[in-house]
């Protein structure tokens, strides 16, 4: 059975070419914006899956985002497995749009089984009634 081992994401991502290792910086868990809309500049998706020797080499799903219930981005996702027991993919996003505040899902899934999902709180201070006095 295919598993999920990891999902995150980050500003950005790099893989060290001696080890093979990545290093994710500025993991999004909270986006707190002064108004709305706006976009995301860059977004980097980091997504480990498992597998045991008897499953398939290639899993085929899906990424999703949604930001409170609105589907942002749905599209096919792969992973080839080769002869190796995990997979990893990142997938670096441009302009993601936010329109309102709420909870940002991104998410891997099986046909439409969310198997995985990873969530940031998108925020906005409260507003702030200014009152004038007059002399």
């Known amino acids: ?5 990891l999902l995150l994401c980050a500003e950005g991502a790099v893989v060290d070419k001696m ?3 990545v290093s994710a910086f500025n993991i999004l868990e909270q986006l707190n914006f002064r108004s709305l809309p706006v976009i995301i500049p860059r977004m980097v998706i980091l997504n ?10 290639v ?35 441009g302009g993601l749009p936010i329109t309102q505040p709420g909870v940002l899902e991104t998410s891997l899934l099986e046909g439409e089984a969310k198997i995985i999902t990873y969530k940031i709180d998108i925020t906005m201070p409260p507003k702030v009634e200014v009152s004038q006095s007059l002399p």
């Open 59 to 93: 899993w085929k799903g899906k990424l999703r985002i949604e930001l409170s219930g609105t589907v942002l981005l749905d599209q096919p996702l792969e992973h080839n497995f080769g002869d190796l027991a995990r997979s990893r993919n990142l997938l670096t996003l």
């Open 19 to 21: 080890t093979n290792n």
């Open 48 to 57: 480990v899956l498992e597998r045991e020797k008897d499953d398939p080499v």
């Open 1 to 5: 059975m295919i598993r999920p081992k």
